[in-house]
């Protein structure tokens, strides 16, 4: 007997029982949109844990800094420097591919009636580059044309009203200030301007204000005072251009958070608060990170959370799926109830094909292609609930009011339909094969004189 033929008499003697069919149909309907739905919430979950991950810091990024080995029985952990030599020691590490030195600085801001207290980065121009910084206005700090700002799209929340002393979050209005505009004076001699405002450093001497420098504005990123990410609250500069600023300014006097020798005086040198190290591919990131480790200085990255994150994401899956199962597992009984009671009604009809020489091979087909198609018909129905169902889940429930996340709680790739559809197509056919042996086997004589 031809597939066809078999499948044409599956489907009549399917449509023969129109309500039955039905109601087993629905029953993997609701198995399989269970299963795709409650997967879907842990897939949700897993890929907006990534995205924050991917906001607070790349995947395949490692800062390295002098503090976060610290060891209070070492006694030369305060000897730790991060200089020139150590970031070219770590770009000629196999697999990085960016070593940058990072230089902060505090400084005051002032536009207007504003005043703001800013971190500033110095960095290279390749790692600005690889931090995936979306450039709003302007372009990301040159290297050349002296010293620029860029300026994260929350920056401008840390600057307050001097006469009113209000922040942004005390009255939720942004203040009046245009970074890219107007002219911004900046204050690095943080420490003077405090002293000359208090009446003195607290020796008698009168501090003379400080002098405040115009910094031209290269640029702004991209986004409101509500979008987050890790780099929207700092001020971004070229390195050297920033090293060339505060060896000007600070001139024979030591540089804030720079070290000093026992003598109180600054040494040549800059040293540098962290390093930027990009790796090729995550899977190398925590051996990078453990060979700086194994130097004395601290690294850290995002890829041991990540691989914490995942692990976790998985055993929600899996409960969660095993969740939907259950009514999957309901359904496959409904199959194999009804493909029991098509047997008893269709005895005589068996009998009389296996007189006529029907391969055994083929009854059994017929059987399992029947539990098969309602496997079918249920995965691609359960399918589609579950777009429906999905749709409203993310429609009222938000992710951020849950967990602070971004992103849509359900989430249905196409393999996941894919996979449920096949899924619920064994299914079917697994609980019909006992019925489908049991058709074989009948006595052909006994089918007969069966009524």
Request: charged letters at 15%.
């Amino acid at each position: 007997m031809k597939f066809l033929d078999l499948l044409r008499m599956s489907s009549s003697n399917l449509l023969r029982r129109k309500l039955r069919t039905a109601l087993t149909v629905l029953g993997v309907v609701i198995g399989t949109a269970s299963i795709v739905v409650m997967i879907s919430l842990g897939l949700g979950l897993q890929k907006s844990s990534l995205e924050q991950i991917e906001q607070y810091g790349g995947l395949t990024t490692i800062n390295v800094n002098t503090w976060g080995n610290w060891d209070s029985s070492s006694s030369n952990t305060e000897e730790l420097r991060i200089d020139d030599a150590l970031v070219e020691k770590i770009a000629a590490m196999p697999h990085v591919e960016i070593a940058s030195p990072m230089l902060s600085v505090n400084v005051l801001a002032k536009q207007g009636a504003y005043m703001g207290n800013l971190q500033v980065y110095g960095m290279t121009q390749e790692a600005m580059k690889s931090m995936n910084m979306e450039v709003g206005e302007g372009t990301l700090p040159p290297a050349n044309g002296g010293l620029q700002f860029f300026y994260g799209n929350q920056v401008i929340t840390n600057f307050y009203n001097a006469k009113t002393n209000e922040y942004y979050w005390d009255t939720m209005t942004v203040p009046d200030v245009d970074l890219m505009k107007d002219p911004v004076f900046v204050i690095f001699d943080t420490d003077a301007y405090y002293n000359s405002t208090s009446g003195g450093d607290g020796s008698g001497k009168v501090t003379a204000p400080p002098k405040k420098y115009i910094i031209p504005t290269s640029g702004l990123m991209a986004g409101t005072v509500d979008d987050y990410s890790e780099n929207s609250y700092n001020v971004y500069a070229d390195i050297d251009q920033l090293k060339a600023m505060l060896k000007k300014i600070f001139k024979g006097k030591a540089i804030p958070g720079q070290p000093t020798n026992k003598a109180g005086k600054p040494y040549k040198e800059i040293y540098y608060d962290q390093v930027y190290v990009k790796v090729d591919s995550m899977e190398n990131v925590q051996e990078i990170q453990k060979a700086i480790q194994d130097m004395g200085y601290g690294a850290s990255s995002n890829a041991e959370w990540m691989q914490q994150t995942k692990e976790q994401m998985k055993m929600i899956q899996l409960v969660l799926g095993g969740i939907g199962a259950v009514s999957l597992f309901v359904a496959a009984i409904g199959i194999a109830n009804t493909m029991m009671m098509s047997i008893y009604e269709r005895t005589k009809e068996i009998g009389v094909m296996k007189v006529l020489g029907c391969d055994m091979g083929n009854i059994r087909s017929m059987f399992l292609i029947e539990s098969g198609f309602i496997g079918f018909m249920g995965g691609v129905l359960g399918a589609l609930l579950s777009y429906g169902v999905s749709v409203i889940v993310n429609r009222f429930v938000s992710m951020s009011d849950m967990m602070g996340m971004s992103g849509n709680l359900s989430r249905i790739p196409l393999w996941l339909v894919l996979a449920a559809i096949g899924f619920a197509i064994f299914v079917g056919m697994a609980a019909g094969f006992m019925p489908a042996v049991r058709a074989m086997k009948l006595s052909p004589l006994a089918a007969i004189r069966n009524e």
